[in-house]
Structure formats: C-alpha cells, structure tokens
C-alpha cells in the first residue's frame, strides 16, 4: 500500500488549498482514511477523518467549518479542502489508511491507522 500526499505549499493568512492523497496498492474503497498534522516542535494530531464510502466524516474542532474532507473511490483519492487557512495551521499534513475495513471507531487515534504517506508541508504566513 502506498499513500502519495500532494498540494501543500506556501500561502497567506485566509487564504485555500487542496491536498490530495493518492492511494494504491490496496482496495481503497473498504477502508476508512484520514488526514494528521504536524507542527514544528508538536506531535502529530488528528485533523480529520472519513469513513470507507465518504458518508461519514469527523473533524477537529480547531478545523471545523474551515476544512471539508472528502473521497473519490474511482480515483483511489481523498481530499483535504482547507479554507481561511491560519497560522496556527502551518504543518506537515499527512494522510493515512485505516488498519480496518469497514470501520470508523476510534477515528482520532493514530493507532488504528497502519499506512501513511510521507507528508506534505503547509506554511501560512500571517
């Protein structure tokens, strides 16, 4: 299995930006996927989180109502729709796999994701 993130880059305080998560090697439709963070000097955090069919999704508070999380099964593809982007959200983003088929327990805790991809850097300037 390999999880490729894409998208990050430099932008201003309010400004939008797209990951994506491009995904192969396993069927990417039975499992549930996710997006961490990183800041310099913090561990990783959860962001947000999708369930195997995109119906169901979960944030983290700072993020909620600013970042959308959504999938395309035909594309093996998720997606991190980030808006009114702040500084505090300057990170390296990385996307992961669910250990699990067909589940969303416990959506927020690394451990129960097995595949990351190797992270893209994000950096907004106030």
């Known amino acids: 299995v390999q999880l490729q993130a894409s998208g990050g880059g430099l932008v201003q305080a309010g400004d939008s930006l797209r990951l994506s998560c491009a995904a192969s090697g396993s069927t990417f439709s039975n499992y549930g996927m996710a997006w961490f963070r990183q800041a310099p000097g913090k561990e990783r955090e959860f962001v947000a989180a999708s369930n195997w069919r995109g119906g169901s999704t979960y944030y983290a508070d700072p993020v909620k109502g600013r970042f959308t999380i959504s999938r395309d099964n035909a594309k093996n593809t998720m997606y991190l729709q980030m808006n009114s982007l702040k500084p505090e959200d300057t990170a390296v983003y990385y996307c992961?796999?669910?250990?699990?088929?067909?589940?969303?327990?416990?959506?927020?805790?690394?451990?129960?994701?097995?595949?990351w991809g190797q992270g893209t850097q994000v950096t907004v300037s106030s």
């Open positions: 992961a796999r669910r250990a699990s088929p067909y589940t969303s327990s416990r959506y927020a805790s690394q451990g129960s994701y097995d595949y």
